[in-house]
């Protein structure tokens, strides 16, 4: 019995076994929404033996979507060179400089 979807049978080449856990539509319960929440493995759903729906967990969506609104915001990308860029030259905040900067930051708004 193949591990990854309950069937009899080699149901899938040894690769895609080890890649992802794969199960056919009609073995789909709801006890697999909270598996993918927990382990944040993607589910690979096969109908009639091909990959048909992939479930993820909500987090895991929503990091999808935020990295793919970071690649396409012009801003965010050049604050992201200009952090690369500052690494390269050695441009950094020391720890000790950051808490001092958040200690003058604290006393001037009163907190």
Same mark, same amino acid.
């Not at 990854?4 to 789909?28: K, L, N, Y």
């Not at 589910?43 to 009639?48: F, G, H, K, P």
């Not at 609104?69 to 060179?81: P, S």
């Given at each position: 019995?193949?591990?990854a979807?309950? +069937?009899?049978?080699?149901?899938h080449? $040894?690769?895609?076994? +080890?890649a992802?856990?794969t199960? $056919?539509?009609?073995?789909? #319960?709801?006890d697999?929404?909270? @598996?993918?929440?927990?382990t =944040?493995e #993607?589910?690979?759903v *096969?109908?009639n033996? =091909?990959?048909? !729906? !992939?479930?993820?967990?909500k987090?895991?969506?929503?990091?999808l979507?935020a990295? /793919?609104e /970071?690649?396409?915001?012009?801003a965010?990308?050049?604050? /992201? %060179?200009d952090?690369?860029?500052a690494? +390269? *030259?050695g441009d950094?905040?020391? %720890?000790?400089?950051?808490?001092?900067?958040? @200690?003058?930051? =604290?006393r001037?708004?009163?907190?």
């Amino acid at each position: 019995m193949c591990r990854a979807c309950h +069937v009899s049978g080699d149901c899938h080449p $040894p690769a895609e076994r +080890v890649a992802h856990p794969t199960f $056919p539509s009609a073995a789909v #319960r709801n006890d697999f929404a909270d @598996e993918v929440d927990q382990t =944040r493995e #993607r589910v690979y759903v *096969t109908r009639n033996g =091909r990959d048909f !729906v !992939v479930l993820l967990s909500k987090a895991d969506l929503d990091s999808l979507e935020a990295t /793919l609104e /970071l690649l396409t915001d012009q801003a965010a990308q050049q604050r /992201l %060179a200009d952090a690369e860029r500052a690494l +390269v *030259t050695g441009d950094l905040t020391s %720890a000790a400089e950051m808490a001092s900067l958040m @200690e003058e930051r =604290r006393r001037a708004s009163g907190v």
